[in-house]
């Protein structure tokens, strides 16, 4: 039992061990697949002029070719390689932009969650009644709706039309606050990015709960439960929506790597100086080593997220880590 | 499933309001750049002119027509999603059956390699391709495809695998039916229902990555997109012009993007195996 059980683990892990470094390869490979003279095809259609000295250094850097080991050891020493459109080291620039990200797709993963699962147990509960119907054509609405357009569609309404929100930014800048002040200056930022992704990840939270939790409930240990007198709630909760997360936990992982479009989308329409942005920012001044830079980065990140919740969903689920 | 899969379908709001969106929205995409007098290239008119007689939509600040430059981002927009969804398809069926099918040492191996690419985030080498090398949108399409047939492949090994065991599969053995035969004869027809979700749910994702593409700014810039529109039309969200410029394309994608949601939605109930039980 427990050999199989480890197996099933390192199984696991060497799988996103092996995706980790298909991607740390192509990206050490990707300069030299790239055709002839690419340097001055990229700045000539850009708005950034190269001095002589920095077009050298740029060219010394992409023909410079470190074995797989030494650009794999030079990742790890934070020597990402450095920004010509923004005159910085990549690293820096994406640890500054990090936190942002974190925060808004973060606090948009768990507020979703949360609210997701309680809505498909509650809709689940009460199925085929008026309530649950509504709910359930809402939120395949709502599905249907890509984050280009609510995000649009906010910005338009309550940061220009109404003007209760700020149309850009993460906080007031120069706006030298009280810890208290501050805070709620960042979350007045945060509210339109955040309410848009929020209304992105919620219906397929809802919707698979929702189909989940109405398998749990024809299994004969509902049954049982409910027969036994337990009051509602604790059915409902303890003993049926405990399995109906299960899927959710899995598909949030298979999911999470297209969200990270989602995130890169409303960051660029609310103006919000995480990631998404940067990059957006990098692909239009073409600056290439930035946006090697920030892809490997947040692929690697999503590589994370997917082994973590692995092991959440062993946690989570006793048979999971018995499961031959 | 011998008989009309399709019949219950006909009965499903989801479906039907996602068949008539789709059809509508395709056929703007198929005529409706024929419809327009002007090429959605021509910068000759008067920039950031209002909507008028000539001009439904008003003019952007280049100097084009926005209904022309609209029709053919949907055109593009639609034909992406198309050819990505159906080349992911046909890898997905191939591949799926054929690792059903042979079992063993492949099948364990085409399926260590699902993994392996479902752990690699799509998007993030689209972005690096699309901007290191400027594909054509094809080849982004085709890309594409080949990063994200596994989730589908899975769906169509797992249902190939119940159908493999079924008798009238053993008596076609057992009568020496060649393997091939029974693969194009009955396992590949039998899971035809399967191609509609994948396909479905495939296209849907597509269509919504070339608007993030284009969003982004990754594709030839003279090339119409819903997506470089909004971005375009972004810009001038302080001129009052919001409505004719950058309503329109947000409309138009999410409208096109929730018909083949409804229809994903809907086939998936009606033809995943999973979710019999939840109808």
């Known amino acids: 039992m427990y050999s199989r059980r480890w197996s099933k683990r390192w199984s696991g892990i060497a799988g996103y061990l092996i995706g980790a470094m298909v991607l740390v390869y192509s990206s050490h490979r990707l300069p030299a ?59 820096r620039l994406i640890l500054e932009a990090l936190p942002w990200t974190l925060l808004l797709a973060g606090s948009a993963h768990v507020l979703s969650m949360v609210l997701g699962f309680w809505a498909g ?17 809402l939120m395949t609405v709502l599905e249907g709706l ?4 609510t995000g649009v569609a906010l ?114 329409i609310h103006s919000y100086p995480g990631l998404g942005t940067l990059l957006f920012n990098a692909i239009a001044k073409r600056d290439l080593p930035l946006i090697q830079g920030i892809v490997l980065f947040s692929s690697l990140i999503v590589l994370a997220v997917n082994l973590a919740l692995d092991w959440v969903y062993g946690r989570i689920d006793p048979r999971a880590a018995h499961a031959p | 499933m011998h008989l009309d899969p399709f019949a219950r379908l006909q009965s499903d709001p ?52 926005i209904l022309a430059e609209l029709l053919l981002g949907l055109r593009n927009t639609v034909a992406f999603g198309m050819s990505a969804g159906g080349l992911a398809l046909v890898l997905a069926v191939l591949i799926g059956v054929a690792a059903a099918w042979t079992g063993g040492w492949a099948d364990a191996l085409i399926m260590r390699l699902a993994d392996v690419l479902l752990a690699i985030p799509a998007v993030m080498v689209l972005i690096v391709s699309a901007a290191f090398f400027r594909p054509e949108p094809l080849s982004l399409a085709l890309l594409l495809a080949l990063l994200t047939w596994p989730s589908t492949a899975k769906g169509i090994r797992a249902q190939a ?14 009568m020496g039916a060649s393997s091939g035969r029974i693969i194009v004869r009955h396992l590949v027809p039998e899971l035809f229902p399967l191609y509609w979700v994948g396909f479905a749910a495939k296209a849907r994702m597509a269509m919504f990555m070339e608007a993030t593409l284009a969003f982004l700014g990754l594709f030839d810039p003279s ?57």
Do not use: C
Not at chain 1, 121 to 137: L, N, Q, T
Not at chain 2, 161 to 174: G, T
Not at chain 2, 232 to 254: E, T
């Open chain 2, 223 to 279: 090339r119409k997109s819903l997506g470089l529109m909004i971005s375009f039309a972004l810009k001038y969200y302080y001129l009052d012009i919001w409505w004719n410029w950058l309503l329109p394309p947000v409309l138009a994608l999410s409208l096109l993007i929730m018909a083949v949601t409804f229809l994903a939605v809907s086939l998936e109930k009606r033809f995943d195996p999973r979710l019999q039980e939840t109808l």
């Open chain 1, 121 to 137: 147990v509650e809709a689940a509960w009460r199925r085929g009644g008026r309530v649950e119907k509504a709910a359930v054509g």
């Open chain 2, 161 to 174: 695998l119940v159908i493999k065991n079924r008798r009238h599969i053993l008596a076609s053995r057992q």
């Open chain 1, 155 to 268: 910005l338009l309404l309550f940061a220009l039309h109404a003007g209760w929100f700020p149309a850009a930014g993460a906080q007031t800048v120069y706006a030298r606050l009280s810890l208290w002040a501050w805070l709620l200056d960042v979350l007045h930022h945060l509210a339109l990015p955040l309410a848009t992704l929020v209304l992105a990840y919620l219906p397929g939270n809802f919707l698979l709960t929702r189909a989940s939790m109405v398998m749990v409930l024809g299994e004969p240990f509902v049954q049982t439960a409910r027969a036994k007198g337990l009051p509602p709630l604790r059915v409902r909760y303890r003993h049926a929506a405990r399995n109906a997360l299960l899927p959710m936990v899995t598909r949030l992982g298979l999911r999470i790597a297209f969200m990270v479009t989602g995130v890169l989308v409303v960051e660029t």
């Open chain 2, 14 to 65: 989801w479906f039907l309001s996602g068949l008539v969106l789709a059809s509508v929205l395709g056929l703007a995409a198929l005529i409706g750049p024929a419809m327009v007098p002007y090429d959605p290239h021509d910068m000759s008119f008067t920039p950031l002119a209002p909507p008028s007689a000539a001009h439904w939509l008003g003019v952007n600040d280049g100097g084009m027509d």
């Open chain 1, 33 to 91: 697949l790239l055709p002839g003279d690419f340097v001055t095809a990229m700045f000539a259609s850009s708005h950034v002029t190269l001095t002589a000295e920095q077009d050298a250094q740029l060219r010394a850097w992409y023909i410079h070719r470190p074995d797989f080991g030494e650009y794999l050891l030079g990742l790890l020493r934070l020597d990402w390689g450095y920004s010509f459109a923004f005159l910085t080291p990549v690293s």
């Open chain 1, 146 to 149: 890509p984050e280009i357009a």
